[in-house]
């Protein structure tokens, strides 16, 4: 599985941004889909999770409300909807992948996820 994402930018605290994710090479219903994002200096942290249906998904606790992570089989392609951003949720976002089953506590670890994508940057200025 390829994964490409796009829709980082530079937004003010308050605004929005959506993040897409773009999967080729495989049945993208096969596989739950995730965000990640790592700040400067920190290690790479769990943001949203998605069931390959759609009908599962979990999220951190500090995002959960602002964020809204989705996806789209027949364009093979997931979602993560961020309003109310804030400076603290600057950072680099990593869509990834994996085949795995739903595991509520694994959903959240990076070694769970097979496939990443390159990463696009969001910059959110008080």
């Known amino acids: 599985v390829q994964l490409q994402a796009s829709g980082g930018g530079l937004v003010q605290a308050g605004g929005s941004l959506r993040l897409s994710c773009a999967a080729s090479g495989r049945t993208f219903s096969n596989y739950k889909m995730a965000w990640f994002r790592q700040a400067p200096g920190k290690e790479r942290e769990f943001v949203a999770v998605?069931?390959?249906?759609?009908?599962?998904?979990y999220y951190r606790g500090s995002v959960k409300g602002r964020f809204t992570i989705s996806r789209d089989n027949a364009k093979n392609t997931v979602y993560l909807q961020m309003n109310s951003l804030k400076p603290e949720d600057t950072a680099v976002y990593y869509c990834?992948?994996?085949?795995?089953?739903?595991?509520?506590?694994?959903?959240?670890?990076?070694?769970?996820?097979?496939?990443w994508g390159q990463g696009t940057l969001v910059t959110v200025s008080s």
């Open positions: 990834a992948a994996d085949d795995g089953p739903w595991a509520p506590l694994g959903n959240i670890r990076t070694n769970m996820y097979f496939y």
């Open positions: 998605i069931s390959g249906s759609g009908g599962n998904t």
